[in-house]
């Protein structure tokens, strides 16, 4: 799977493992290409159990549906939006076109996917709050 | 004069001391407001726009004066209170005494991650995780899982050697010292510890583990010790760079002060050594 190849090993060989068992089989084995544009539609869509929590990504209209940031708002997903569970995970697209979260913030991955994998991983089942959290 | 000491030489009174300020700035609930200023930062910077904690020129400055306003803090609570200073190139062990209970604590249980030794565990009752992105109010570690080892000085003196400050576009893809010190791009020294310690560290409300400022505080030194060696070399840009900070524009939060203000950091504070 090119998608777990490419990902950086970060988890032991059995998350790996865990990883592909938990995947459901329904996701695109191609992912985004790396610019340095940030345009919206980057990344494919996506919606998969992982880890037997939803993790969704889409496309998303950007522009401020959220007041988060101190510069009093702006969606700074590249216009991509994360969902886990259904809670949105703020997601960020960095210049070479890897995406780290805010739960994963110092520790780019290449696709929004891998980020909100990652969550997951980082969550330990725990709930995601909305943002911004305060 | 405040001096900032290596973390590995505190006195047993100065770590009880550095504590228990930490812990009362939590108590009357000035320490959460730093933690959510950070986060405002760390998800308002972008690369393709305005930036200015993170992941641009401004990022060394920004956390100076984001440190000397929690060392303040700190010093209202106790005047004899300084930041001391994290040298992860050599205490680079779990076992280092960093990690003690009469000091940070240590690493997470490996169920769940939380701190369950040292003055922050969550059974101490003293540092509830206010400001957060998940529903867990306890203070997480998992040191040495996310990625193995730390920075080695080797890998610190690579990036030191980089004669210029940075360079266009200024963000997580430019080349030059402080976009390796902060570590997008390179042997990443700043990042890798954040995803090192785990926990709250490697997330957007880092500031919630105390160990945030005493990495940051050396960070700041290495900074310090660039300047040291590139006596030739300035920040940069000085001017004209859209959505980045030049020389001498103020920064945000505080809008009173540019990086031109905080190149010194002599004015403030000084290290035990050079």
């Given at each position: 799977m090119p998608e777990l190849s490419r990902r950086r090993a970060l988890t032991t060989a059995a998350a790996l493992a865990a990883t592909a068992a938990a995947t459901t089989g329904a996701a695109s084995a191609h992912s985004s290409t790396a610019t340095a544009s940030g345009s919206a539609g980057s990344a494919d869509a996506f919606d998969e159990v992982y880890k037997g929590r939803r993790i969704q990504g889409r496309p998303s209209s950007g522009g401020g549906h959220h007041g988060g940031g101190h510069q009093g708002g702006g969606h700074h997903g590249g216009g991509f939006a994360v969902y886990v569970d259904g809670v949105e995970l703020h997601v960020m697209r960095n210049a070479d076109g890897s995406w780290i979260s805010v739960i994963s913030h110092y520790d780019p991955v290449p696709t929004p996917r891998a980020a909100a994998r990652a969550a997951v991983d980082e969550l330990q089942g725990a709930r995601l709050l909305p943002f911004p959290t305060n | 004069m405040t001096v900032r000491k290596n973390q590995a030489s505190l006195t047993a009174d100065e770590k009880r001391r550095f504590v228990a300020a930490v812990l009362e700035l939590k108590r009357n609930g000035r320490y959460d407001a730093f933690v959510t200023t950070h986060n405002a930062f760390i998800v308002g910077d972008t690369d393709n726009g305005e930036r200015t904690g993170h992941r641009s020129p401004s990022f060394l400055p920004w956390h100076r004066r984001f440190l000397l306003e929690f060392e303040r803090a700190l010093q209202s609570v106790d005047a004899s209170v300084a930041l001391p200073y994290w040298d992860w190139s050599v205490d680079?062990?779990?076992?280092?005494?960093?990690?003690a209970p009469d000091f940070l604590g240590g690493t997470g249980r490996a169920r769940d991650g939380r701190v369950s030794d040292g003055p922050f565990a969550a059974a101490g009752g003293n540092w509830p995780i206010g400001v957060r992105v998940d529903g867990r109010t306890f203070l997480r570690r998992a040191l040495g899982a996310g990625v193995r080892e730390l920075p080695t000085r080797a890998e610190v003196d690579s990036v030191l050697a980089m004669p210029t400050y940075d360079m266009a576009p200024w963000n997580s893809g430019s080349d030059g010292f402080r976009n390796h010190l902060e570590g997008w791009?390179?042997?990443?020294l700043h990042n890798r510890v954040h995803v090192w310690v785990g926990?709250?560290?490697?997330?957007?409300?880092?500031?919630?583990?105390?160990v945030f400022w005493l990495h940051h505080a050396y960070i700041d030194k290495l900074w310090a010790e660039w300047q040291r060696r590139h006596p030739e070399a300035g920040y940069l840009p000085a001017a004209g760079a859209p959505d980045v900070v030049d020389l001498h524009e103020t920064m945000k939060p505080w809008n009173d002060t540019a990086p031109a203000d905080l190149l010194d950091h002599t004015p403030h504070y000084t290290f035990d050594t050079a």
């Open positions: - | 680079r062990s779990p076992r280092s005494s960093l990690w791009r390179g042997v990443n926990g709250q560290m490697a997330t957007g409300v880092s500031p919630n583990d105390p």
